[in-house]
């Protein structure tokens, strides 16, 4: 497959003088023993853009907004003697009760101000990222949890991810969001059960270039069957749209099974495909009030395949090369389209992406759901 470009010259991603600096880490400059300072799903990407971007791997580029930021933010703005002092006594069986609390936690951090300093940390980091383009970068804005002295808890899924998020106002709006978020009641709740103390968390935020899947297609990728354990097939699950619909279950998408002994020795052993109603697809809000929104997939498309055997035997190939260092592995799959070039191409939010051009060009990323 050919590679089809990326949006604009795309310059080398540089932060400057944040890249040394403990609010700001690129991807790039990220390895797995930074996952107290930014989380799991960040150091993953960091170590995706490391170690797969030579060996052929498209990983979007991006950085990480440290969890010493979220510290910081918390420390200046004063929360932290409201956020203890609100959440005193709670009983978590109380629901309505436990509603209120965390709302006015949420409400708090949503309503504060970062400080100035980290303000302009990320201003220049996102500006950097977006590069000559004069139209604002569109990012996924991803939180990441960080639990330094608690390597037991899962946090997974209580923390939110923002989609398009475009220019600096947004992206610094969202950023509280996200840290609010490490408050939702299922957060709170689950940390008070656990008897962990709510400031022993810390928040990491991802910021990642976006892909265009809304205009393809998007997915899951698994490098071991999770039903079985049989290590020697690459399971995939791609629907139209942004993966997020995949991840979370909202729809039935098509999957594909591929044989990894015989793919290796250059087979096209794609062992079973199924074609998913696919019933409505995950897409840029233009020109709307929303970041993204739902609408419905036109039935000649649901009955179609959204990924080309070729596209899916290269995202298993991909999927080869990620696993190797790691072992089995998720990873999500994204395909995408840059409407000025008619290019499709691949993305993805925390695994895998595929792509290809209005007539077959392939552009692969990938980076952590």
Not at 186 to 207: E, N, T
Not at 241 to 258: A, F, I, K, M, R
Not at 340 to 365: F, I, Q
Request: with cysteine; aromatic share 6%; hydrophobic share 35%.
């Amino acid at each position: 497959m050919n590679q089809a470009k990326h949006r604009g010259n795309e310059p080398k991603f540089n932060i400057n003088s944040s890249s040394e600096h403990p609010f700001i880490k690129r991807f790039a400059d990220i390895t797995i023993a930074d996952i107290p300072l930014v989380g799991g799903k960040n150091a993953s990407l960091g170590e995706m853009v490391r170690e797969l971007t030579g060996k052929g791997v498209k990983v979007p580029d991006g950085f990480a907004i440290t969890a010493d930021a979220f510290r910081h933010f918390i420390h200046e703005a004063r929360l932290d003697e409201h956020i203890r002092t609100t959440l005193a006594d709670l009983d978590t069986h109380d629901t309505a009760n436990l509603s209120q609390r965390g709302h006015a936690v949420r409400q708090a951090i949503r309503s504060a101000t970062l400080p100035d300093d980290l303000q302009q940390l990320i201003a220049d980091a996102y500006r950097q990222l977006q590069g000559d383009s004069s139209v604002p970068l569109d990012v996924a804005v991803r939180s990441s949890a960080t639990a330094e002295d608690l390597p037991d808890a899962s946090f997974a899924g209580q923390q939110e991810t923002y989609l398009n998020v475009q220019g600096v106002a947004a992206l610094l709006d969202t950023c509280k969001r996200c840290f609010a978020s490490l408050f939702t009641d299922r957060a709170i709740s689950y940390r008070v059960d656990k008897g962990f103390d709510h400031f022993k968390v810390a928040l990491s935020i991802g910021v990642q270039r976006m892909v265009r899947s809304d205009l393809a297609c998007a997915g899951v990728m698994f490098t071991v069957d999770t039903e079985t354990g049989f290590r020697d097939a690459v399971l995939i699950s791609a629907s139209y749209g942004l993966g997020e619909n995949v991840v979370q279950g909202s729809v039935t998408p098509d999957e594909y099974v591929v044989f990894k002994t015989t793919l290796k020795s250059g087979h096209r052993p794609i062992l079973q495909k199924t074609v998913g109603s696919k019933e409505f697809k995950l897409v840029y809000d233009v020109g709307g009030g929303k970041m993204v929104k739902n609408i419905p997939v036109p039935p000649g498309d649901r009955a179609r395949f959204s990924l080309t055997d070729d596209e899916v035997l290269e995202l298993a190939r991909w999927g080869c090369i990620v696993a190797r260092p790691a072992g089995p592995n998720g990873l999500g799959v994204g395909q995408g389209r840059e409407h000025r070039r008619a290019v499709h191409r691949a993305s993805v939010t925390g695994d895998r992406t595929v792509s290809k051009e209005s007539r077959r060009a392939g552009v692969l990323s990938i980076g952590p759901t």
